[in-house]
């Protein structure tokens, strides 16, 4: 069916009359039928939306466009359409995009509107204000006159003219394509059709035709092919001119340029309208006369660190100078120090300090930036220049000006009153310097004045402000309210105190006396050729820059605690962890009951609109009630019993949701469902496990009491509700039961009446324990419990019953009244047989019936009787999963958390949520799940294991639905057991059936909204009768058998549905899966594209959104976003929209390019982003309306614009590793994000369950950046985005999402370094520098240590490490340490010492963790799972990631590189191979490790120090650490890692991988293709990169320099010759092997013995010339293993320089030797790292321990891994 073609119906009922066509195909529609209001559609029974549709129809008196037929059926936006050349299903889908959501916001309007038929005006204004706000402050930023003009009249026309440019709008945003990563350039487009639009509705004449005027682009895709191609076609090319991303970003434009071209009126003078595609912005114009850059250059350096956050290392710089000087005068306090005068003016320096960073910062500037000068930008280079000769200036005045204080002061000899003067002239100088610094402080302490300003867009403020920053469209305006401005204020000003006490009396202090004393340390004998005197300057430098750098690093740690301690007051303000399990749930269960009704039951909205203080206070009160049991709230939801039958609806319904993912069994479905009355129960029936041993607690205080007065006994019961209502549902049950059972008429069942008729009398007059003895309870009880259960047995014996209603009777009116009554008596109560002729004996032989087996309602009943009667255990097992028992303590605890109250399903907010899917698993194939590994593991025999009581549930529930043998699993239920396994995993259809239950409780919640108590009652009556009946077709025998009676998936409230419900949750939610491949997926017959169908036919809110190519011929390809779902009635997937794009979708980073072809056919105000290793909880998805609401609070002085949710990862229990993972993950998305959103105020957008407001995003460029490389970590580009743009993130921790995060080691390294290399290339964005100028100044803090700065400071402390460990290599070979040593002054040596441990500070890290834990799970809990941690080793791990981020991070800022890693979302069950290992930590860990452990040996030879055996381990233990946990950790944390016929294969197989030559191999094969590709970063780096990258090799020359002079060859000689001819040593070598390698070549295959031959003779010289050396010189044999320590580092350096120079060497001879000693180090560097790895491997039980330290949590839940790993399968 072509869909162009589609049927419309005409305006209001004319169709009726109309002649009869043949019948037409069905309309495919999205949600809403809008094409035919009169059809039956549940959505259609909202007057707002055929009000919406209405207003679109209203074409009346509108100019028709030319050329075209108009029809009756089209409306505005058809015009539009037709008049602009928009594509025919762009127009459809903005149709009903705005028809939903007019309708939903009309029916949000509070007071209702008088006429609902009609579309309010105020609706469609604020819509307009909102949607266009972007808009009109561009034209206002730009000095343009906006073309919306409206009136403020709300006549027909005018609301139809506010409908046409919101129409207008949405119409370009959906056919936009890339270009809505641009959105000014949007406005820009708008501006002129918008101006069209105006001339045609004001019937303007066309100066040049004479005609009425037309739009300049008009027809079929004009919009599209004359508009978005060209820009397009330009963003599309400079793409491809970035070589894929690895060009420097300096050399095209990104979307980010694209889009800033439109912040300045040159876009008006160069584009012009019709678009002048001669213009120098298109590629059409030569590369050397197009625009290039645009607002800002991205430069890849290091200095962008300081660049972005100048501000803070100026504080940093001049404190650690101000410091250093009141340091030096060694008073025990800085203040004493500051009498002196000349410490006073000493201080003045670093003014002149200050300058010269102000001109640091200057050159810098322009330095970077200056290819932003162009013709037209002529003043951004004056100011360059300007700035940079200003700041000199000050500098060389306050040079100037200091010199004349001092000159004065020693003319005079003292300090005089010209002296005075001149420091006073010195001050004023300061003052008019740091004037703009205090302007700046003002205006921080009146933010409000600071954010008018800043929106002024009046030229004169932008003449005021040129000096400062460069006039940008965003970051203005982003100051907070006085009430954040002071909490953050405060916290930062705690932190930088403890930071700046600790660092003057810790760090710097203490280096002053051995700084002094090495200074005057006279006559050091070098044991080298020292070339710089003999002053210990070098020394000196070496003492002070690890201490330099940890001071300039240790600001993260001090965050890191102050944070922790922040956030947890936080978390317990919030109430977070009040109910940390299910023990305490029991206590506060009733209160949870109203708790859950006050919270998710919407109330009745009064007619004020607006939340009076009254209603506010009432609420606040109400939940304190709550929160903490004051008024027994209780007894409201029973009398009330509609209000409890609700809350059993909800519970019930959750229970039921547990049960289908199988947490629960059966049996505790049962002990957990809150039943609905029946029976004449006069309480409401709380859930088993809340009454067991209840009763009988009731009857030993009764035995006990037995003479007490009735009112005693019943206080005493009545002080635990709970025995309360066990106590009268027991008494209710039974009277039910006696009377059921005993045939109704007879005079037994006459008896039984009357029996309780006289208990109740005596209870009224509260005689009861006067006129019975509590005594014989027990016995009754005994036989009444022997009687439920006879009755529960499927063959019931009639003769037992009766025997046992016989001892009951003898019981009742023998033993049981204190009063002994005759027979006579007992006839004349009518307590026995009137007729004598009954014998007692044959009493109840006839009058006993027993209800069939059918009735398995009763059954069900009886065995929650039997329960109550009987149960003596606690369960507090109950559930036994873990899982389970979090979810249900979590939800219980966030009830009681505040959140806003829940409106009427119909009053809500409505939302989407989008996924983005590229080719991740669907759901787990057959054949996947049975493969096993080499150890003969299967993933699902790996899943039964950790998940064994899930398995469990899930065997029993399919033995429910039929299946009668477990064998039949994979024949019968197949697809059940795919999906079981898949909902385990991180698959697609795991996220899907959690995103459906927004649908599905959406759906319950419109139920409950317009259902009348009637409904409520009777249907909670018919569930319960219904629900046991599901599935007793399958049962055994007699109802009885416990599992028989459980309610089916299609049970709960969905079968008490009217049908109006699905239509009422489809028009407020939407799930939009993007996935990108979908239509290739399904040519290929891929099986993913019919899991996806099977998706799609299963969740009726889902759709699919994918781009489909079509092939022209002569290699003409079309692309366009289509929109699928599946029709029921058709029965078939169908197309619903299908929207021609430019051109191939991915130009940048391939998510966000992914999510934004998608968003256009999201729908509703909100847009929640969730990633495809996520899920979520029906429990959780029940408060989204409650989420949705905090849009309308005010955070601050803002309404948010994204709400941040937590999430809860659920691949922790996996292995230790990813509990490792998800705890460090754990808090970082709980407490980090709690302290970034309050108090900080700079929470961004980390993560994805964050719910975006959809129609702020739309206009201000989506929810995430695309530009390639520098946006690969997408995401958080939307806060930064968000931050500028004057949004308001908060984060709200009532509501959870799953997420899933990595579990293998190397997937998790993959994972960091993505991470790592993404904040890498954030360091150099425009967004972060833009961030660091535009923020406040402690709002710039915040930002900086909780993004790039902790990246930057886990590279600062492993260069901590590096330059202590070479300084301390240095103190001791040249010579240093040994004169400090032997010199008296020996605090030096303590100083050095104390340095070490600033290194392990480090371990404050771990804080946050133990601190969200202990919030959330307990003290004692949080510091035992810490101590466990250890015990599994995860300060290896922590060390091992460190290593990775500092490595990536490091790398991307020097060399960029960064590109995205797909991680895999599998098991990690497998073996990893050693050469596997080796190619992915060589570089990042390996080497490094091998580096500081050859300092670290050969300081141990070399130092004086390290004689003393403790010194030395004091002070490399850490350092031993970090190289052993480097080295260690792939292979500790690989399955099998140490079994020892692995380790022998994996060396093989390295050897292998070493030697392999091929051509076209890959990099996996063999080591040169890798080794070429590990070099890729060295060919697309900067000069500079280069020179760096040599520099640092450089250093690797050092250890034969150092070494060279402490051989006995040497004998004590300095000299330089020693160390020249050191080197004729190094060419020798280098000379044998190269001969060697020749002679192998030559002769090798050939002429073998020649080659033997040359080996020989280089072997007998070798031998000979050492020989000669230990005989005639004072070479002795240990100087040959020193020797290797100095030659082979610097061969070392040699192979990185050479790769460095690859470009001049890889032509000449030179290289082929590069390349074969490279291999050679490779072969070493391998060996050694194998070597512990062996030995461990060799060793007995290492094996085993190893195992158990991976899997140690899932041992705890019984996993037998051992013999998982050794493949001996038991079942």
Request: charged share 20%; aromatic share 14%; net charge positive.
């Amino acid at each position: 069916m072509n869909l162009r073609q589609r049927q419309y119906p005409t305006r209001g009922g004319d169709g009726l009359h109309a002649p009869p066509a043949p019948p037409p195909m069905p309309v495919i529609y999205n949600i809403i039928p809008i094409h035919d209001l009169l059809a039956e559609h549940p959505s259609l029974r909202y007057p707002e939306v055929r009000a919406a549709a209405a207003a679109l129809r209203d074409v009346t008196d509108l100019r028709k466009p030319p050329f075209v037929a108009w029809g009756s059926h089209m409306d505005l936006l058809d015009w539009l359409g037709i008049f602009f050349g928009f594509q025919n299903d762009n127009v459809r889908n903005q149709r009903e995009h705005l028809v939903l959501h007019f309708a939903n916001a009309q029916m949000r309007l509070q007071p209702p509107p008088a006429s609902p038929g009609v579309l309010e005006t105020s609706v469609l204004r604020r819509f307009r204000r909102k949607l266009l706000r972007n808009y009109a402050s561009w034209c206002s930023f730009l000095g343009r006159k906006s073309q919306i003009s409206v009136s403020s009249r709300r006549d027909q026309k005018s609301l139809r003219r506010e409908l046409l440019y919101v129409s207008l709008y949405l119409l370009i945003w959906g056919e936009s394509a890339n270009l809505r990563f641009a959105p000014e350039c949007i406005c820009y487009i708008y501006h002129h059709m918008a101006m069209e639009l105006n001339y045609v509705l004001d019937d303007k004449i066309d100066e040049n035709t004479g005609r009425p005027f037309l739009p300049s682009n008009s027809g079929d895709c004009a919009f599209l092919k004359c508009v978005v191609m060209p820009i397009y076609q330009t963003i599309k090319t400079e793409v491809e001119s970035s070589r894929n991303g690895t060009a420097p970003h300096s050399a095209w434009r990104n979307y980010d340029d694209i889009n800033e071209y439109f912040w300045s009126n040159r876009c008006f003078k160069s584009l012009k309208w019709p678009i002048d595609y001669g213009s120098n912005f298109f590629v059409t114009v030569s590369k050397g006369k197009r625009v290039g850059k645009t607002g800002f250059v991205e430069q890849r350096t290091f200095w962008n660190i300081f660049r972005s956050f100048d501000k803070l290392w100026v504080m940093l710089i001049l404190f650690l100078q101000a410091a250093a000087i009141v340091a030096w005068t060694r008073t025990d306090y800085p203040w004493q120090a500051l009498d002196s005068r000349d410490i006073q003016v000493e201080l003045l320096t670093v003014f002149i300090t200050w300058g010269g960073l102000r001109f640091l910062q200057s050159l810098l500037d322009a330095g970077t930036q200056y290819s932003l000068v162009s013709r037209e930008t002529m003043l951004l280079g004056v100011r360059m220049v300007l700035k940079s000769v200003v700041a000199l200036t000050w500098t060389v005045v306050f040079g100037v000006l200091y010199g004349r204080i001092w000159s004065q002061k020693n003319a005079d000899g003292r300090w005089s009153y010209e002296a005075n003067q001149r420091i006073i002239a010195f001050l004023k100088a300061v003052l008019v310097f740091i004037m703009p610094e205090l302007l700046s402080i003002v205006l921080f302490v009146l933010p409000w004045i600071r954010n008018w300003i800043e929106e002024l867009d009046w030229p004169i403020v932008y003449m005021l402000t040129w000096w400062f920053h460069s006039r940008i469209f965003v970051g203005r305006a982003l100051r907070e309210g006085l009430v954040n401005n002071f909490k953050y204020t405060v916290f930062w000003i705690l932190v930088l105190l403890s930071k700046f006490s600790f660092s003057y009396f810790l760090q710097i202090k203490p280096l002053v006396a051995p700084t002094k004393a090495l200074l005057n340390m006279k006559k050091v004998d070098y044991n080298w050729h020292e070339f710089f005197g003999s002053t210990n300057r070098v020394s000196v430098v070496l003492l002070w820059v690890p201490v330099i750098l940890i001071y300039l690093m240790d600001l993260q740690i001090w965050y890191s605690i102050f944070s922790s301690i922040v956030g947890a007051v936080i978390g317990l303000f919030s109430h977070l962890g009040e109910i940390r399990n299910i023990g305490q749930l029991r206590l506060r269960f009733q209160f949870f009951a109203s708790a859950m009704q006050f919270n998710l039951m919407p109330e009745e909205q009064l007619l004020s609109p607006k939340a009076t203080l009254v209603k506010k206070l009432r609420d606040a009160i109400r939940r304190l009630k709550l929160r903490y049991g004051l008024g027994l709230a209780y007894n409201k939801i029973e009398s009330s019993q509609v209000e409890a039958t609700r809350f059993a609806l909800l519970w019930n319904e959750i229970m039921l949701t547990f049960r289908e993912e199988d947490l629960i069994s059966d049996r505790e479905f049962e002990l957990l469902e809150l039943q609905p009355n029946c029976w004449d129960i006069r309480v409401i029936r709380w859930p088993c496990i809340l009454l067991c041993n209840e009763l009988l607690l009731a009857l030993s205080q009764a035995t006990e009491l037995a003479d007490a007065p009735d009112r005693w006994l019943w206080l005493k019961i009545c002080k635990n509700e709970y025995t309360r209502c066990a106590v009268i549902e027991a008494y209710d049950s039974i009277k039910y039961l006696l009377l059921a059972v005993v045939k109704y008429g007879t005079e037994e069942n006459a008896i039984v009446t009357t029996f309780f008729t006289e208990i109740e009398n005596y209870m009224q007059i509260g005689k009861f324990t006067e006129a019975y003895r509590m005594t014989v309870l027990p016995k009754m009880h005994a036989n009444l419990i022997s009687l439920v259960e006879l009755m529960m047995k499927p063959e019931k014996d009639l003769s037992k019953a009766v025997n046992i209603l016989q001892a009951l009777y003898e019981l009742s009116v023998r033993e049981f009244p204190r009063v002994k009554r005759s027979i006579s008596q007992l006839r004349q109560e009518g307590l026995a047989p009137r007729s004598s002729a009954t014998d007692e004996g044959l009493l109840f032989e006839n009058a006993v019936k027993f209800p069939g087996a059918e009735d398995a309602f009763f059954y069900r009943q009886l065995r929650r009787l039997h329960t109550i009667l009987s149960s003596r255990d606690s369960m507090h097992n109950v559930p036994v999963n873990i899982e389970a028992r979090r979810r249900i303590a979590f939800f219980g605890n966030s009830l009681f958390m505040n959140m806003p109250r829940a409106p009427y399903v119909e009053k809500m907010l409505a939302f989407s949520v989008l996924t983005p899917y590229y080719d991740e698993e669907v759901v787990f194939s057959k054949e996947m799940l049975r493969k096993e590994n080499e150890d003969g593991v299967s993933i699902l025999f790996y899943l039964q294991k950790i998940y064994a009581d899930e398995w469990n549930n899930f065997m029993e529930r399919m033995r429910r639905e039929g299946m009668e043998d477990d064998d039949d699993i994979w024949s019968k239920k197949a697809r059940d057991l795919r999906l079981w396994a898949s909902y385990r995993g991180q698959t697609l259809s795991r996220t899907v059936r959690g995103m459906m239950y927004y649908y599905r409780a959406l759906k319950m919640f419109a139920f409950l909204d317009s259902a009348s108590e009637m409904d409520i009652r009777m249907g909670s009556q018919e569930l319960a009768s219904h629900g046991s009946l599901s599935h007793n077709s399958y049962s055994d025998g007699p109802g009885p058998a416990s599992s028989k009676t459980l309610p089916s998936a299609e049970s709960g409230v969905s079968l008490l549905f009217k049908g109006h419900e699905c239509g009422s949750a489809l028009m407020k939610f939407t799930y939009v899966v993007t996935c990108q491949v979908y239509g290739q997926q399904k040519a290929k017959g891929d099986s993913r594209a019919e899991e996806i169908l099977y998706l799609l036919k299963n969740n009726e809110a889902l759709r699919v959104a994918y781009v489909d190519e079509v092939h022209l011929g002569r290699d003409e390809v079309e692309y366009y976003s289509v929109l699928v779902k599946y029709d029921q009635q058709m029965q078939r997937e169908v197309e619903i929209y299908r929207i021609r794009l430019p051109g191939p979708l991915k130009l940048g980073e391939g998510k966000p390019e992914n999510q934004n072809h998608a968003i256009i056919f999201t729908r509703g105000d909100a847009v929640q982003t969730i990633d495809m290793n996520q899920d979520n909880y029906f429990e959780e998805a029940l408060k989204m309306r409650n989420l949705l609401e905090e849009f309308n609070n005010y955070y601050g002085i803002r309404k948010p614009t994204i709400l941040g949710v937590r999430e809860n990862i659920f691949s922790g229990s996996v292995s230790s590793l990813a509990s490792f993972m998800s705890a460090q993950e754990t808090s970082f998305v709980t407490l980090g994000q709690r302290v970034l959103a309050n108090p900080l105020k700079v929470r961004m957008h980390y993560g994805h369950p964050d719910v975006f407001d959809r129609f702020w995003f739309l206009p201000r460029g989506g929810i995430s950046k695309a530009s390639k490389v520098i946006n690969i970590s997408e995401d958080i580009f939307a806060g930064f985005n968000c931050t500028l743009r004057g949004g308001n993130v908060t984060h709200h921790e009532y509501i959870q999402v799953a997420k899933g995060k990595d579990v293998g080691l190397n997937q998790v390294s993959i994972f960091e370094a993505k991470v790592a290399s993404g904040n890498g290339e954030q360091a150099l964005s425009r967004d972060v520098y833009r961030l660091g100028h535009r923020l406040d100044f402690f709002r710039m803090l915040s930002f900086f240590y909780t993004s790039l700065g902790h990246y930057f400071n886990s590279l600062m402390v492993i260069i901590t490490v590096y330059t202590f460990l070479w300084g301390r290599l240095y103190l001791a070979l040249s010579g240093v340490e040994k004169a400090v040593k032997n010199s008296t002054n020996n605090k030096a040596l303590s100083t050095l010492l104390n340095q070490q441990f600033l290194v392990q500070f480090g371990l404050f890290t771990a804080l946050p963790m133990i601190v969200e834990n202990s919030l959330e799970h307990g003290f004692l809990p949080a510091v035992w799972d810490f101590l466990t941690m250890q015990l599994q080793l995860a300060s290896l791990f922590y060390t091992f990631s460190l290593g990775t981020r500092a490595h990536f991070f490091g790398r991307t800022i020097l060399h960029g590189g960064a590109k995205y890693r797909a991680t895999g979302r599998g098991f990690v069950v497998q073996h990893k191979s050693f050469s596997e290992n080796y190619r992915l930590y060589s570089r990042s860990h390996f080497v490094k490790a091998i580096e500081l452990g050859v300092i670290l040996i050969v300081y141990a030879f070399h130092s004086p120090m390290a004689e003393d055996t403790f010194v030395y381990i004091a002070m490399s233990i850490t350092s031993w650490f970090l190289v052993v946990s480097w080295i260690m950790s792939p292979f500790v944390f690989n399955p099998s890692g140490f079994d020892w016929l692995k380790t022998v294969y994996d060396f093989d197989d390295f050897i292998d991988w070493i030697w392999f030559r091929g051509v076209f191999t890959k990099a996996d094969q063999s080591w040169e293709t890798w080794w070429y590709e590990e070099q890729d970063h060295l060919r697309t780096t900067g000069l500079w990169g280069k020179l760096l990258e040599i520099i640092l090799d450089l250093r690797f020359f050092f250890f034969q320099y150092g070494i060279v002079y402490q051989l006995g060859i040497a004998g004590g000689s300095t000299s330089i010759v020693v160390y020249l001819l050191s080197w004729i040593v190094m060419v020798v070598v280098v000379a044998i092997y190269i001969t060697i390698a020749y002679a192998q070549n030559k002769y090798a295959a050939k002429d073998h013995i020649y080659y033997r031959l040359v080996q020989l003779l280089v072997i007998v010289l070798v031998v000979l010339v050492i020989v000669l050396l230990l005989e005639f010189t004072k070479f002795d044999f240990f100087d040959l293993v020193t020797s290797l320590l100095a030659f082979i580092p610097t061969g070392w350096g040699m192979i990185l320089i050479a790769q460095v120079l690859r470009p001049f060497l890889q032509s000449t001879l030179v290289w082929d030797t590069v390349v074969s000693l490279a291999r050679l180090y490779e072969l070493l560097f391998g060996v050694i790292v194998m070597a512990p790895m062996a030995l461990l491997s060799w060793l007995p039980g290492f094996q085993s321990m190893q195992t158990r330290i991976l899997f140690n949590q899932a041992f705890s839940r019984g996993l037998q891994i051992s013999r998982i790993l050794t493949g001996k399968k038991s079942n």
